[in-house]
């Protein structure tokens, strides 16, 4: 369980988060959505303590952290298989492989980034992030910058690889789309300081019609 | 094409060199050996130079210093870099004593190390250590301030061991600062290090310079001179062929 306490963050002089609350349940995948500058990004360094908050506890599920951030990150000097090796705990050549294979990337291991597009970097960002099969994976608008069939493609893959062991995702998203294909619950974020105006549940395969009309307003209002 | 554009510009580089030895020569004419001596009585002492057991002791002890000096700034240059890179701490405690060792012409430093270390050898190696930190400490900290922060972020979210940042983010990322530092140092350090045994003393090439121009052997100190550049320009030349390899 991801837990959120009574957290609360200010930059420059602004506050972000007040006493702000959350819990996300394993082997979920939770989307939020919200306008920019909300602090959907600030929320996931804090879970990844790349900052630390001025107060409020933060407790995360115990085990290795996955994060994909908006732009791939890749180590230039290093091949696609060494980037994902580069962060692997110890290296499993045969599940590296088996994730090249389902990513479509198994020809492309020896290629550097330079040498990729950007929907096939994006690609191995995700491996990178899965590999070790972390227990709490942050991505942050991950698909934002690939066009519509690259981002259906990709959000295939996040399903195919989210089912491979279930971990729990926390999905920073601007596309409605995207939350209601791959979320089992959504969150919409408003208000400065930052607050929860909409909390959504999948009902067994799909969102209550309403619950989505109640989305679309709630992001065109905030 | 590529080629040609390369043969104009080595045949336009020649032919300036070439004008220059004739204006030697013509100017060389007018004036005695002792104030501009003639290229061919130039290479004439270089030669008999080149066959002298003192002019090799000469050069190897200028080689040999100037070596040490190199090695020993490069160390502590880029350690001191690194730590400054760092921590904001160190930095604010380390950069203050660069900038002033920087800032102290070399020339002084010699006047100390004469006091300081006599003429026992050593100072040469001093001197050259305290003009070359500075150059590897500013370049190395300012390679290490520069270090992708996402990419270390990256380490930080997978829990990569310090190990494979260092070798992978920072080595990467070091080796352009360090490449120029160099390649500056390099050509400082050996100016650096003839102009200190001139000063100083205790053997090398530029104590021989010294005693050649003490006896106004002035096409002694112009087949020293030649080596001198010619040595200098060698160092650069390999170095940056080593450097390109090494990319």
Redesign the interface.
Known sequence: MLILENLSFSRNQKEIFKQFQLQIAPQTVTCILGSSGIGKTTLLRLIAKFISPDSGLISSPTGSLGYVFQEPRLLPSLTVFENIAWVSETVDVERINQLLKIAGLYHNKAHYPHQLSGGMKQRVSLIRAMVNQPALLLMDEPFQSLDVRLKKEMLQLVHTLWLDYQPTVLLVTHDLHEALFLGQRILIFGNSPTQILGDFTKQSSAFHPNDCLKMKELLSES | MKTSITMNSLLRSTGSMIVLILFWIILATNYPDVLLPSPIVVVSVLFKLLGNPVFWSAFFITILSFLIGILLSLLLGSILGIAAGLSNKLKDFIKPLITLAQSIPPVSWMLFTVLWFGEQGGAQIFIIFVTLVPIFFFNVMKGILQTPQ??L??A?????SRK?VIR??YF?QLSPYLHSALLIAVGMGWKTIVMSELIVGHGGIGQQLSQARVFFDTPTVFAWTIILALVGLAMEFFLQRLLKQSI
């Open positions: 996402e990419l972020e990256i930080q979210c997978f829990r990569v494979k992978d983010i990467p």
